[in-house]
């Protein structure tokens, strides 16, 4: 018999009349540290940015992630100091910020059981580094997502979603939405290609409501989700390209800072303006 469709928290168990509520998370999350104490380890050496496996999560242009993130940082300055991790090398744990790009679903398995048996992205997340992740890295991030195989694949508990595979058709397009105000950033453009539905638990906010678009894919309008200095969305584009306030706003993170310095926008400004209007009337 054929398993049915992975739609249910397998994370929420009954609640009987008078029963308290039970936790979102099956255990605790891995605890990230205050931010205090970064901006004095950031004024000792570079920023230092991870990109996670770019062997297996690099789909869709998502390398152009980090390329945004260290161009902004060095348009302010900064020295940065770029790290390019493959699958068969030890995530290092000191970084500053990590990212983590989409991948098909064979890769994705491989690199969800190479980061659980490696540990160094929750020891990073522990020490409190800022971690953004796109699709495939979004569902990784997660408790759960169904593999290529068809089967539940343990996540690594970041965050507190967990994802199975829609029914209906593909969610394919451009990406319109609104962030989450405690972010203050501006609306979001970016392209998604996915067949995952993601559902938040208790520990998480979206990261944005859907204008333009299928985000989460479960039919309440949310896009990616969000705690503390982890982020997850669907968003491609490359979403930093589209979005130079996202890369910025991890740049603020690492600093512990609330301001960045101006820095050109130009190219940016016309890449977006173009995506926006092309999105909201499409041909």
Not at 71 to 97: W, Y
Not at 149 to 176: F, H, I, K, N, S
Not at 251 to 257: E, H, P, T
Request: aromatic content about 6%.
């Amino acid at each position: 018999m054929a398993t049915p469709p992975f739609q249910e928290n397998p994370y929420q168990q009954p609640v009987h009349p008078g029963a308290p509520q039970q936790p979102a998370y099956p255990t605790e999350p891995p605890q990230v540290r205050p931010q205090s104490g970064r901006s004095q380890r950031m004024s000792e050496s570079s920023l230092r940015l991870v990109w996670v496996y770019p062997d297996l999560l690099s789909t869709y242009g998502d390398r152009g992630n980090a390329l945004v993130v260290e161009r902004r940082a060095r348009q302010r300055g900064l020295n940065v100091q770029r790290i390019d991790v493959r699958s068969d090398q030890a995530v290092p744990t000191s970084g500053d910020i990590y990212l983590i790009g989409g991948g098909e679903d064979r890769p994705q398995r491989l690199a969800a059981e190479r980061l659980a048996a490696d540990q160094g992205l929750v020891r990073a997340a522990e020490n409190g580094a800022i971690i953004f992740s796109v699709c495939a890295g979004y569902q990784i991030l997660g408790h759960e997502f169904l593999n290529d195989r068809g089967e539940r694949q343990p996540g690594l508990g970041l965050l507190d979603v967990w994802t199975g595979r829609g029914e209906g058709a593909r969610c394919v397009g451009d990406v319109l939405a609104e962030t989450d105000p405690q972010l203050n950033l501006p609306q979001l453009t970016g392209f998604e290609n996915h067949q995952g539905v993601t559902h938040l638990g208790q520990g998480v906010k979206p990261l944005a409501q859907v204008q333009v678009g299928r985000g989460n894919g479960t039919g309440d309008g949310t896009e990616g989700a969000w705690r503390d200095t982890i982020f997850g969305t669907y968003l491609h584009g490359p979403v930093m390209a589209r979005n130079p306030a996202v890369a910025d706003m991890l740049i603020k993170l690492a600093l512990d800072v609330n301001a960045l310095p101006p820095a050109d926008t130009t190219w940016y400004d016309a890449l977006r303006a173009e995506r926006i209007s092309a999105t909201r009337q499409p041909a």
